[in-house]
Structure formats: structure tokens, C-alpha cells
């Protein structure tokens, strides 16, 4: 079973999104968690509005774990803002059979404040509007996909995040050789095109010995692979500092297939998989001016004053995230 919340703030599209996912993925529920607990309910109970929402949740809470045990949905859809102390709460739901996802809907604030459709933001929504924009609610560091649908039609939106749910990630192995070595050279040629000489990225060797050798490290190094319809895509390696520090060595997402959320979910996953093993902390080294460093920042890493010189007299520098 999957849960799957859609974040994000007031106005960004999340009541809209998730129907529209109940109606692609088989065997759906959508919960609106607003119509859990209606105003005149909130009056008689005399909750006040924090409380009320309170209410929302435990309500939702119960379902979710009813749901759980009736096994009727192969996959259950909310709508509803993430903090910090929820992510924690849903991912109680995990188990060897439950997977909690967030999806993260991200406009533009000025899109959110905008009126859409047949709906008018009163003053108070807009000033709720901003405030969560201030708080984060559009960049969680605990969101497994973040879509940026200022200029997205929710249909387009929805085609994101089916694609997104269809990836999948494994361990590799020696036979996945000729694909890591494929997409490691194509990323270059694509993505690090303005980066680096012409001359390095026209003529990175492609052939049996790389291939061989690259069959060889696998067999001594850590990796992981995010598939899609049973086809490579991305891949890390992954190598360890100290007992409670990893390091990502290297991350390449194919461009056909780069801002489709495999790099997050790989890096998301990594983090999560080696926090529960005891890791307290990844580190990660990319190109200070490279098209990497915006992707790191963005999932929560944080730029230290650790830098040095690459090839080509590249400097790198070195990032953190605090599992």
C-alpha cells in the first residue's frame, strides 16, 4: 500500500492534484481532510481552530490505520500541509508493507495568491499564504518530490507524479556495468557541456575496456540504481567516512530523464535507508559554479567551507545534511 500526502500551501493546487490521482491509480481512496470535521461540528465540540484541526488529523489517523488493516486500497491519497512534527507522525505508518510518500506542490508565490477558478482568497488566506511560504511549506526537506506547477497544467502536474511513482531503486551489480557507464557519459556530454573542455567531454572513452573496468568497481563499491519501466536511469555510489558519516561519491541522473524527481528520490532514500543503519550524516562533494549545487541545496544540504581543486582546475566544495 501506498500513502501518498500532498503538500504544499493554501492555493497550490493539492485538492485538485489528489483527485486527480485517485482517478489514475488503481484502486484509490481520496480523504479530504477539510470534510473530516465540518465548522458546525468544530462549534458544537467548542474547539478552537487549532484544535479543531487537531481533530482532522486524529481523525485522519484512524482511517489511515483502519484502512491499514482492511487492506481494501492498494493506495490512499491526502491533501493536506506537512510540518516537521507530522512527517514524523505519518511515518509511523511505514512497514514492510506501507510506504508513506510526499509530493510537494511548489508554484510560485505569486501564483499562489492569485485567485483560481471559482475560488476568492480572502485577506486572511493570502497573509496564511505568505506566512506558509516564510515557514517552508513549499521546500520541505522531508518531501520525496518537489514540483515547481506555476506554469504546469494540473494534467501535466499529474503525468509528473505518476512517472515519479513508477520509479524504482535497487542495488547494482556487475552486469549493470554498460548502463552506469552510459549514463555517466551521456550526463556529461549533456549537463556539464558548458562546465567542462569540449575536448574531455567529445572523447570520454565508451568501449570493453570501460565497460570491464567499471564491471570490476562495482564488484568493490557500493551503488545504486533508480530504474523506469525497467530501464536505468540514475545512479550513486556511495562510500562510508566514519561509522556515523556517509558519503555520496558520485550522482548522475540520464537528461532525458533529469527533473523527474530520480535524483531526490535516490539521494532521499539514501539518506533515510543509512539514517536508520545509524548514520547520523551524508556529505557530498560537487562543483562550487556546477549545476549540482542548487539541486543539493534544495533537497537540504548545506554548503561548508570545505573546498579544493578538481580536474581542470575545478573547484569543488564540499556539502552536508544532518539525517
Known amino acids: 500500500m501506498k500513502i501518498i500526502n500532498i503538500n504544499g500551501p493554501i492555493n497550490s493546487g493539492k485538492t485538485t492534484i489528489s483527485k486527480l490521482l485517485q482517478e489514475k491509480l488503481p484502486q484509490s481512496l481520496f ?4 470534510d473530516l470535521l465540518s465548522d458546525d461540528e468544530q462549534v458544537k465540540l467548542k474547539l478552537t481552530r487549532e484544535q479543531g484541526w487537531a ?23 491526502f491533501a493536506y500541509p506537512m510540518t516537521d512534527k507530522t512527517y514524523h507522525q505519518w ?13 510537494t506542490l511548489a508554484p510560485n508565490i505569486d501564483i499562489c495568491l492569485q485567485n483560481r477558478g471559482t475560488r476568492k482568497l480572502t485577506e486572511g488566506e493570502k497573509a ?14 522531508f518531501a520525496d518530490l518537489i514540483i ?6 494540473p494534467q501535466e502536474t499529474l503525468q509528473k507524479i505518476l512517472n515519479f511513482l513508477c520509479l524504482n531503486i535497487c542495488r547494482a551489480t556487475p552486469d549493470d556495468a554498460y548502463d552506469i557507464k552510459k549514463i555517466h557519459i551521456e550526463t556529461y556530454q549533456k549537463s556539464y557541456k558548458n562546465y567542462l573542455p569540449d575536448e574531455y567531454i567529445d572523447n570520454m572513452p565508451f568501449n570493453g575496456e570501460i565497460i570491464e ?30 561509522d556515523d558519516v556517509f558519503e555520496i561519491n558520485a550522482l548522475y541522473v540520464h537528461p532525458q530523464y533529469q527533473k523527474h524527481g530520480a535524483g531526490s528520490l535516490l539521494v532521499n532514500d539514501l539518506c533515510k535507508s543509512k539514517k536508520a543503519q ?8 560537487t562543483m562550487k559554479f556546477g549545476p549540482s ?22 573547484p569543488i566544495i564540499k556539502l552536508e545534511k544532518n539525517l
Open 31 to 34: 480523504i479530504e481532510v477539510d
Open 55 to 77: 481533530e482532522r488529523l486524529k481523525r485522519l489517523d484512524a482511517i489511515i490505520v483502519q484502512e491499514k488493516n482492511l487492506q481494501c486500497y492498494e493506495n490512499i491519497i
Open 91 to 103: 511515518k509511523l505508518w511505514e512497514d514492510e508493507n506501507t510506504k508513506f510518500i510526499n509530493i
Open 128 to 141: 496564511r499564504i505568505r506566512q506558509m511560504y516564510q515557514e517552508g511549506y513549499h521546500c520541505s526537506k
Open 148 to 153: 515547481n506547477n506555476s506554469l504546469q497544467t
Open 213 to 242: 573496468r567499471t564491471k570490476k568497481y562495482l564488484k568493490e563499491t557500493e551503488c545504486w540504481l533508480v530504474t523506469y519501466e525497467n530501464k536505468s536511469i540514475a545512479f550513486a555510489y556511495v562510500s562510508y567516512l566514519t
Open 278 to 285: 545509524g548514520f547520523l550524516k551524508c556529505v557530498v562533494w
Open 293 to 314: 549545487l542548487p539541486f543539493y541545496k534544495k533537497i537540504g544540504f548545506v554548503p561548508t567551507n570545505d573546498e579544493k581543486m578538481w580536474k581542470f582546475e575545478i
